[in-house]
């Protein structure tokens, strides 16, 4: 290797190791504020704890999160988070752990396991992690690592309550759909289903063909054709432009296969496919009305459906909300709180929380 590149080498791995460093420091101060546990099952704080999936035929990176208190000869609800297009199983740190380890002292959520695996495709040299929806596909067995080696893996090392009622699916953006996809074709294992800012209807399109228009009932219509250069929106922190050949074709294929897939796939189309039924679910969705990929449009015409059979869903709106992770943060302790209660009602035996402790330190090095 010639010098100059042995030196851009040189100083790549340096920047990658600082920031693999900063990182793991940044875990182990984020678990001192925390009345919880986060327990570690990635290779993102120096050594590789990661989980092996069956179903990817590969090792996955998966966070889990135990309450104050926590007991292993007790058990507990289940709630697993999925993140979004373009991030892994890090958004669970800045998006999620901090708020329900609030709500849990507050009373507002009972004690809870979650967890959050990594669902992004193995990315090679690209900038972005590319998104995997949670769907089975040329890409890859995603449901299947889901519902199976994911579900499989908590059951077996941590004292998880058994039966639908106790287990809560989440997701913000395409973990969002991913949360509705996966639970409503899994009716065995999850009943409360959460979507925050979530992809409710992958075919939205008005009547004229465009996808960035508000939600009308008499003007709404069926994506029927995927083009690489129709424009979903913009990265909201810098307005880069982002296509729906990037976003979709990788896990949906091209033209009228990827839209017959999205048809078999698509939540608000599920609602009749598996004739959901008014409480067959606990239903949570939030969302903001200034939503960059026009998501709020999507989640309108979901709940219209929703409206149409009956299906009961609580809604938190915030009209000036944007896709991005500080309005994720802005709604979760109100979701929390309607998750928690509507967990109580479905579990009434569940032990009471813990009353409001100091922070504790935690030594956090790998699976308890």
Same mark, same amino acid.
């Not at 009972?110 to 089975?136: E, H, L, Q």
């Not at 639908?164 to 009943?191: C, E, Q």
């Not at 239903?283 to 009956?310: C, M, P, T, W």
């Given at each position: ?33 925390? *009345?919880? &546990? ?14 092996? *999936? ?23 609800? !289940? !709630? ?6 373009? +991030?892994? %199983? ?29 669902? *992004? ?16 596909? =040329?890409?890859?067995?995603? #449901? ?11 059951? =077996? ?15 913000? =953006?395409?973990?969002?759909? /991913? ?15 959460? +979507?925050? $800012? ?28 995927? &083009? ?26 091209? /033209?009228?296969?990827?839209? #017959?897939?999205? =048809?078999?796939?698509?939540?608000? %189309? ?10 067959? $679910? ?7 009305? &200034?939503? %960059? $990929? ?6 309108? *015409? ?18 000036? +909300? ?7 943060? #802005? ?19 569940? #032990?009471?929380?813990? %009353? ?13």
């Amino acid at each position: 290797m010639h010098a100059p590149r042995r030196a851009i080498a040189a100083a790549l791995v340096s920047l990658f190791a600082a920031h693999g460093a900063a990182f793991a420091q940044d875990f182990d101060e984020l678990n001192t504020c925390l *009345s919880g &546990k986060l327990v570690d099952f990635t290779h993102n704080h120096g050594g590789d704890c990661r989980i092996w *999936s069956p179903a990817l035929a590969m090792r996955r990176d998966l966070y889990v999160y135990l309450p104050p208190g926590y007991r292993p000869d007790r058990t507990y609800p !289940l !709630l697993i988070w999925l993140h979004g297009f373009g +991030g892994d %199983e890090r958004q669970f740190l800045r998006q999620v752990v901090v708020a329900l380890d609030r709500a849990i002292i507050a009373g507002d959520m009972p004690p809870i396991i979650a967890a959050a695996p990594d669902g *992004s495709v193995p990315r090679g040299w690209r900038p972005w992690c590319p998104g995997s929806w949670y769907i089975n596909s =040329s890409q890859g067995a995603w #449901e299947d690592y889901i519902t199976q080696d994911v579900v499989g893996f908590l059951e =077996s090392r941590f004292p998880i309550r058994s039966g639908r009622d106790a287990h809560v699916l989440a997701g913000w =953006s395409m973990g969002g759909f /991913g949360s509705y996809n996966i639970g409503m074709k899994h009716p065995d294992l999850f009943r409360s289903l959460v +979507g925050i $800012y979530a992809n409710l209807n992958l075919r939205y399109v008005d009547c004229d063909g465009h996808w960035g228009t508000d939600f009308d009932p008499q003007r709404t219509a069926w994506l029927t054709d995927l &083009k690489w250069r129709y424009i979903l929106g913009a990265y909201p922190r810098y307005g880069f432009p982002v296509n729906a050949g990037t976003v979709f074709f990788p896990a949906w294929g091209r /033209g009228r296969q990827a839209i #017959e897939r999205m =048809s078999q796939e698509n939540p608000v %189309e599920l609602l009749d496919r598996r004739d959901v039924r008014p409480g067959q $679910y606990e239903l949570f969705v939030a969302y903001g009305g &200034k939503d %960059e $990929y026009n998501v709020d449009a999507q989640i309108d *015409s979901f709940l219209y459906r929703a409206h149409q059979k009956a299906i009961d869903v609580w809604v938190r709106y915030n009209p000036e +909300g944007h896709h991005a992770t500080e309005y994720v943060n #802005e709604c979760m302790p109100d979701v929390l709180h309607a998750l928690g209660d509507r967990l109580r009602r479905l579990l009434p035996d569940l #032990e009471p929380g813990p %009353e409001a402790v100091a922070s504790r330190p935690w030594s956090v090095v790998g699976g308890p």
